[in-house]
């Protein structure tokens, strides 16, 4: 039975909290997410593979300390102290970048300040991004049919944020000079402040319960401890130290994080499967959760290259200049979120307009997976021809991210909700993890894949720094000497050495 809560018409004031709170959060992470690559390419001069590497290390790191910040929520903070705490560990470490930039060549030092800014991130994220999402559903009652609507106006939120994000942060910070990145990380920083400030303003007055009592309060059974902040500032501490050294191990051999992976994967496996209180048919549910899990990590590896590969294809093959204004390659990290705007309305009428003929739930993830490969399949076209000197028009791209769009718009939110009516009411947020889960491994396979991105534009003025004249030898019109070939393996540009 349908439940609306008899004060309501339309939706409490506590989602527009939230969806403030979630826009700046989001434009923080995208923003500096656009422009991450390339500052670690163009300023900290790591090479492609490195860089990209170490962008999926810090993606799927991103996706991963959820399961710990929901946890800890659930049982010590409750979801608004972790939202606000979250907030401030982002912002800190955006901060952290912001500093780095200002002084990326300082060695060391500046390696340092830029692995715990991105372990601040990391850690931060962890605490935020569960919480808040948790919060939309609990301004509802249990059944309330304006709920998925809640969440379609919370998704707006976040694409909101992760539109105007890049474009600020990429016209800020990434200009051609090198010294502008550390204007994209403080705008990030600022707005992630803007995010927290909303909560601290709002959130006891509006984001409560339908009857109006508060939420996301610390649980009662919560040992005191637990609420001293000095405690709190060391436990965070702690968490984000052993983040920035995840990232130090993982950048030495780039397998870590993916044994940690699947360390995780079979861990949360032997909980459920080991559970005696299950029957069979919830085992199955469960079964048909990881399998759905599997095939999206097939889609996020490809769509989530977006920050990786397809920013170097912007920056390197891409014809950018319309006439009036040059946009930065980074910029075009905010079509997605455009596209989700502009579209969502339209597919919510499609799927009305259908009525019973609306494609069940795995034939809308097959056409999601598609539409994926649709979108590549149309970059192929322009690209085909292409070399490292050549540029290409910003249709191809942009064509594809549309195109990429309806595909998240048809799998996306199908995939949360199949796992909110499949999994058995006592796994519910441990298969809510696993959704996460599948999300860090596919950005673990981003920086995988966006290793295998051929040299270009860049390795060639790196090679020419050198000495070497590399443009003959990538067409294969040249061979290149014994001697040649260790000056590319030092600079570390990769090519096929047969
Ligand atoms: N763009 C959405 C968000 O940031 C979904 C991304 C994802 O699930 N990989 O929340």
Redesign the pocket.
């Known amino acids: 039975e349908e439940i609306q809560s008899p004060a309501a018409k339309g939706h409490p004031k506590g989602l527009y909290v939230l969806f403030a709170t979630e826009m700046w959060e989001?434009f923080n992470y995208y923003g500096m997410r656009a422009v991450l690559i390339l500052f670690m390419t163009k300023a900290l001069m790591f090479d492609k593979v490195f860089a990209s590497n170490l962008y999926g290390s810090y993606t799927s790191l991103v996706y991963l300390t959820p399961l710990i910040g929901g946890y800890i929520a659930d049982r010590y903070w409750g979801n608004k102290r972790s939202i606000i705490v979250g907030g401030l560990v982002m912002a800190l470490g955006e901060f952290v970048l912001f500093f780095c930039a200002s002084n990326y060549n300082a060695g060391g030092l500046s390696t340092l300040l830029f692995f715990s800014g991105l372990g601040l991130m990391i850690a931060g994220n962890g605490f935020f991004k569960p919480n808040i999402s948790s919060l939309v559903g609990q301004l509802y009652p249990k059944g309330d049919r304006r709920t998925d609507a809640a969440y379609t106006i919370f998704y707006m939120g976040?694409?909101v944020g992760?539109a105007i994000g890049p474009i600020v942060c990429g016209f800020l910070g990434d200009t051609g000079n090198v010294f502008d990145f550390k204007w994209a990380f403080l705008a990030g920083g600022i707005a992630m402040l803007l995010g927290v400030i909303v909560q601290l303003i709002f959130q006891t007055k509006y984001v409560v319960t339908p009857e109006g009592k508060p939420l996301g309060l610390v649980p009662k059974d919560a040992p005191k401890a637990m609420s001293n902040p000095v405690l709190i500032i060391l436990g965070l501490a702690a968490f984000a130290t052993l983040m920035i050294g995840m990232l130090y191990v993982e950048a030495k051999v780039f397998s870590f994080i993916t044994y940690l992976l699947l360390a995780s994967v079979l861990f949360i496996a032997f909980i459920i499967f080991s559970d005696k209180t299950l029957n069979k048919i919830e085992k199955e549910r469960v079964i048909v959760i990881f399998i759905v899990a599997f095939f999206v990590i097939f889609f996020?590896s490809a769509f989530?290259q977006a920050g990786a590969s397809l920013t170097f294809f912007a920056e390197e093959q891409t014809q950018r200049d319309l006439g009036f204004v040059n946009i930065p390659a980074s910029v075009f990290a905010s079509l997605n979120s455009i596209f989700v705007v502009s579209f969502a309305p339209i597919f919510a009428w499609l799927w009305i307009k259908l009525g019973k003929k609306e494609p069940s739930s795995p034939t809308k993830m097959a056409i999601g997976l598609f539409l994926l490969a649709l979108g590549y399949l149309w970059i192929a076209f322009g690209v085909k021809d292409v070399s490292a000197s050549v540029k290409v028009s910003m249709m191809w791209l942009v064509g594809m991210y549309a195109l990429h769009t309806c595909g998240e718009l048809c799998l996306?939110p199908i995939g949360l909700s199949l796992v909110n009516k499949l999994a058995p009411l006592k796994f519910a947020s441990l298969l809510m993890a696993v959704w996460f889960l599948a999300?860090a491994v596919a950005n673990k396979f981003v920086g995988i894949l966006s290793a295998l991105y051929p040299p270009g534009i860049a390795e060639v003025k790196k090679a020419a720094d050198a000495g070497i004249n590399l443009q003959p030898i990538l067409t294969k019109q040249v061979t290149p000497t014994a001697e040649e070939l260790t000056k590319l393996k030092d600079l570390k540009i990769p090519f096929e050495y047969q």
């Open positions: 989001r976040i694409n992760g996020w989530e996306s999300n």
